[in-house]
């Protein structure tokens, strides 16, 4: 299983742009890269999935350069209610295989 | 959609008494099902896999006579947690994986066990 790396914390203000770097240095070439949000007491949300290049929905934007040894998780104009732990996964298209869970970004974002 | 409702949310419990958590995907057929603990301020700890129609995967240090995992459909996985101890209180998460989706995880909401 390929293992991640991110920062444990960062912080921002409202109306900041984020961006929250993964390391994955021994990704599979059929690995997938997710990205999940957890707020407190609650399960993880999906957020976004890519492969290669970037990756784009209502919510963020996923870069992952041509080596795939790392993404960033992009998000826009973030607001308070942003503030969660972000998780980046990599697992295996149409795998059974388990998502293993790093330590996660916690996000604050302050007024 | 891929909807996947975990119940109850949470439950208090008495210290030797057994409780059961119920996966449900609502909206799809899951033949895998994952169950997670997370302890506060720590990231989601994989306690076990499970197949429709088979036994349990547990991954290491987890008690396969604790925490019984019955996946007896497509649509329906418990996990149950069986003489509770405190240290047994925790946020466990199930997580579902739609069947012709690809990777498809969708999380439950999760459930809080307290045991007193």
């Known amino acids: 299983l390929a293992k991640t790396t991110q920062p444990i914390s960062m912080d921002s203000y409202e109306g900041q742009e984020v961006n929250i770097t993964c390391s994955h240095n021994n990704i599979a070439t059929n690995d997938y890269i997710t990205w999940y949000q957890q707020f407190p007491s609650q399960g993880p949300r999906f957020i976004i999935q890519?492969?290669?290049t970037k990756v784009t929905n209502e919510v963020a934007s996923l870069f992952i350069p041509a080596d795939r040894k790392s993404s960033t998780l992009s998000l826009p104009r973030v607001s308070l209610s942003d503030t969660a732990v972000y998780y980046c996964?990599?697992?295996?298209?149409?795998?059974?295989?388990?998502?293993?869970f790093g330590s996660g970004t916690q996000l604050t974002v302050l007024p | 959609g891929a909807v996947v409702s975990q119940h109850p949310s949470w439950v208090i419990c008495k210290s030797g008494t057994s409780v059961k958590i119920e996966c449900r995907s609502l909206d799809f057929q899951a033949t895998t099902m994952f169950w997670y603990r997370q302890f506060p301020k720590q990231s989601l700890m994989l306690m076990a896999t499970s197949n429709e129609g088979s036994k349990a995967t547990y991954e290491q240090g987890v008690e396969k006579d604790k925490f019984l995992i019955n996946h007896a459909s497509l649509t329906l996985s418990t996990l149950t947690v069986t003489s509770a101890h405190p240290e047994d209180s925790s946020f466990y998460i199930c997580s579902a994986r739609k069947r012709d989706r690809g990777l498809g995880y969708t999380f439950g909401s999760g459930t809080r066990l307290t045991v007193v």
């Open positions: 996964l990599v697992a295996a298209e149409g795998s059974a295989r388990q998502l293993t």
């Open positions: 890519g492969y290669k």
